[in-house]
T-cell receptor, first 110, second 111 residues
Framework: QQPVQSPQAVILREGEDAVINCSSSKALYSVHWYRQKHGEAPVFLMILLKGGEQKGHDKISASFNEKKQQSSLYLTASQLSYSGTYFCGTDLYNNNDMRFGAGTRLTVKP | DVKVTQSSRYLVKRTGEKVFLECVQDMDHENMFWYRQDPGLGLRLIYFSYDVKMKEKGDIPEGYSVSREKKERFSLILESASTNQTSMYLC??????????FGQGTRLTVV
């Protein structure tokens, strides 16, 4: 029941943009996005609820396409601090039974 | 400052031992989770709990059990540790439809 993330890894230069995708084989109630830096706990970025909304958080935003059972995370004008592994978490039944994808390792270089 | 505290950062146990991993949260959250993190596999859900004494299996419950006797505490038990249970274990808690807060993780090595 784990969602599928793509790409597995991406390398950017500072200022470049990236998109990370998360897809599910089942209908979703909500999608969560987290970032984990090496040796640290995952940290919450945003949650998107059923309804196809788009959310923003500084230069990081996300969309949720309920019909396609997909979410995408958009990182614009990337900064060195964006480096880390990004996880999407999906909740199918509105009970916080949250499964995570395998992660996307993002590296931003100067 | 919200907190999820795991009892140990590093643990080394012998094959066949019974192992207890403890997690405590101070946010009065209903939901608590145990995940296992392995390279390339992401965070895999072992068990979660939505209330005291309630538990649900995740994707990889085999070889594990859990206990939630108090709202703030969620324990993961390895009944008979095996080398393939060597991993990083992460505890998390959340309110319903809200962000999850993670503990710092326990790196368990079974020898």
């Amino acid at each position: 029941q784990q969602p599928v993330q793509s790409p597995q890894a991406v390398i950017l230069r500072e200022g470049e943009d990236a998109v990370i995708n998360c897809s599910s084989s089942k209908a979703l109630y909500s999608v969560h996005w987290y970032r984990q830096k090496h040796g640290e706990a995952p940290v919450f970025l945003m949650i998107l609820l059923k309804g196809g909304e788009q959310k923003g958080h500084d230069k990081i935003s996300a969309s949720f396409n309920e019909k396609k059972q997909q979410s995408s995370l958009y990182l614009t004008a990337s900064q060195l601090s964006y480096s880390g592994t990004y996880f999407c978490g999906t909740d199918l039944y509105n009970n916080n039974d949250m499964r995570f994808g395998a992660g996307t390792r993002l590296t931003v270089k100067p | 400052d919200v907190k999820v505290t795991q009892s140990s950062r590093y643990l080394v146990k012998r094959t066949g031992e019974k192992v207890f991993l403890e997690c405590v949260q101070d946010m009065d959250h209903e939901n608590m989770f145990w995940y296992r993190q392995d390279p390339g596999l992401g965070l895999r859900l072992i068990y979660f709990s939505y209330d005291v004494k309630m538990k649900e299996k995740g994707d990889i419950p085999e070889g594990y059990s859990v206990s939630r006797e108090k709202k703030e505490r969620f324990s993961l038990i390895l009944e008979s540790a095996s080398t393939n249970q060597t991993s990083m274990y992460l505890c998390a808690s959340s309110a319903l439809n809200a962000e999850a807060f993670f503990g710092q993780g326990t790196r368990l090595t079974v020898v």
